[in-house]
């Protein structure tokens, strides 16, 4: 049973250019949870998303980012005209159900934003 | 707003010594607590959890301990040994009629020397 898998790993872009990060849940798991993990602080809540839903995007900046989880396929978490402050670490979690229950993170993906 | 606070930004242990991980929250809207422990370059993994209804739980050599009234819970790891090396984050849970946002602590940076 495949763990929660993210890719890139690695993500360079320019200033301006937009990254494209990818998150495949574990199977059988229809929760997704996006987290930003700046320099030397901890993990931020993004996005909380099931099949087709945005459950809750509190912690999503309001212009730029985006998040989709489709019937098919991985989530994505889409930043545009990326700027130097949005390098970090951007995590992703899955559950089989969103409440009292532990997420299974993926690796990340490290964005750097030349 | 810092619901949840973890005021050792690090923590030093001797191998075999007890390490005490601490974890403060205002919210009393949380009901469940997990601990998750990160190492470098790798997603978060959970640890270990303690429901509200309860004021300890125990998993080898990891104990959670919960103080409600005080809003505070503790992660005893004992004995430490050098494979603890990594960062704890302390994730309350929301009760359902709060939401769906998921806070992390920022977590503490554990050192067991061998």
């Known amino acids: 049973n495949a763990g929660v898998m993210q890719n890139p790993r690695h993500l360079v872009r320019r200033r301006g250019q937009e990254a494209r990060l990818r998150c495949s849940p574990m199977?059988?798991?229809?929760?997704v949870y996006w987290y930003r993990q700046l320099p030397e602080e901890g993990l931020k809540f993004m996005v909380y998303?099931?099949?087709?839903?945005?459950?809750?995007e509190s912690g999503m900046p309001k212009e730029r980012f985006s998040a989709e989880f489709p019937k098919e396929g991985p989530s994505i978490l889409r930043i545009q005209q990326v700027v130097r402050g949005d390098s970090a670490a951007y995590f992703c979690?899955?559950?089989?159900?969103?409440?009292?229950?532990?997420?299974?993170f993926g690796a990340g993906t490290r964005l750097s934003v030349l | 707003d810092q619901q949840v606070k973890q005021n050792s930004p690090s923590l030093s242990v001797q191998e075999g010594r007890i390490s005490i991980l601490n974890c403060d929250y205002t919210n009393s809207m949380f009901d469940y607590f997990l601990w998750y422990k990160k190492y470098p370059a790798e997603g978060p993994t959970f640890l270990i959890s303690i429901s509200s209804i309860k004021d300890k739980n125990e998993d080898g050599r990891f104990t959670v301990f919960l103080n409600k009234s005080a809003k505070h819970l503790s992660l005893h790891i004992v004995p430490s040994q050098p494979g603890d090396s990594a960062v704890y984050f302390c994730a309350p849970w929301p009760t359902p009629s709060y939401g769906q946002n998921f806070v992390f602590g920022p977590g503490t940076r554990l050192s067991v020397l061998p």
């Open positions: 998303l099931q099949k087709e839903n945005i459950i809750d």
């Open positions: 979690a899955s559950s089989p159900i969103s409440r009292g229950n532990i997420q299974y």
């Open positions: 199977k059988g798991h229809s929760h």
